[in-house]
């Protein structure tokens, strides 16, 4: 048998669509497993923000909070978060340009009360009313004190300044990635400590289990998967990806509504039966 591959799938436009996982996944993420193949997701999600729906069809670890945060079997390995000053400094320019953001850690979502409601209301707008039966989006919860919470990442959802502005204000310690959703603005997107990407936890979880970066391969679409699909052996891109991830791919896959990474895994092998 040849050596068991790491396989990092990123969430959003790869592995689901709108929070909506083809069963064709599931069963593509359950076959590789069963042929000796690790799975992570690997995303700029928090785990507080992977509900059922989306962790359902069972993986070795996550890779969340883009990069910051790293659990293999319930293990916590990594868990990053804001330092103390650069947090103050990033909440206080986010209010000061009274921006709509949610605080992300392991443990939830977070925003000011009076932008609980509207929050809610941009959820139906982009992705539509939500089965209370399977829910894709995990709850938002008030904060009356942001600057009393510890956190890997910030969302923001857009303000009265372009997002990169607002990083230059707060200090290079901090990145941003603007959204890929049309229409929102360009205040909106993520905001993270700079020396954190994916790649970085990858790196924790291959080292943790002893796997070689040659037998890593990536999925992905994002701008928040470049470093991602650069670390990987084998790179990814989902088709219709920006012009930045196509030029690091090795091969594309379709997208969620097509099935891609079930047929993607097929014709990569990592399906395979055991001997």
Not at 5 to 15: C, E, H, K, M, S
Not at 84 to 104: G, N, Q, S, V
Not at 163 to 180: F, N, S
Not at 194 to 204: L, S
Request: hydrophobic share 45%; aromatic share 6%; charged share 20%.
């Amino acid at each position: 048998m040849s050596s068991p591959r790491a396989i990092f799938l990123d969430v959003d436009g790869t592995y689901a669509s709108h929070g909506a996982v083809p069963p064709a996944h599931v069963a593509a993420v359950r076959t590789a497993r069963a042929a000796g193949n690790v799975v992570f997701l690997c995303t700029g999600r928090p785990v507080s923000a992977l509900p059922e729906t989306l962790t359902g069809a069972g993986f070795d670890g996550v890779v969340g909070a883009a990069g910051a945060y790293v659990t293999i079997g319930g293990q916590v390995l990594s868990d990053v978060r804001f330092p103390a000053d650069l947090a103050r400094r990033t909440l206080d320019a986010l209010e000061e340009h009274d921006m709509l953001y949610i605080i992300e850690n392991a443990e939830g979502l977070y925003t000011r009360p009076h932008a609980v409601g509207l929050i809610a209301r941009a959820r139906i707008a982009f992705w539509g009313p939500e089965d209370p039966a399977a829910p894709r989006h995990p709850p938002i919860t008030a904060a009356e004190d942001p600057h009393g919470l510890t956190f890997a990442k910030i969302v923001s959802l857009g303000g009265n300044i372009d997002l990169t502005d607002l990083a230059r204000e707060v200090g290079p310690e901090i990145a941003v990635v603007p959204t890929a959703i049309q229409d929102i603005g360009s205040g909106a997107g993520e905001i993270y400590q700079a020396h954190i990407n994916k790649a970085v936890g990858m790196r924790i979880a291959i080292d943790h289990l002893g796997i070689a970066v040659e037998d890593v391969v990536a999925f992905g679409d994002g701008i928040n998967d470049l470093e991602m699909l650069e670390f990987a052996g084998t790179a990814v891109a989902i088709e219709g990806s920006d012009p930045r991830v196509l030029a690091l791919a090795d091969r594309t896959a379709k997208p969620p509504q097509q099935n891609g990474l079930a047929e993607a895994f097929a014709e990569m092998g990592l399906v395979a039966s055991l001997p």
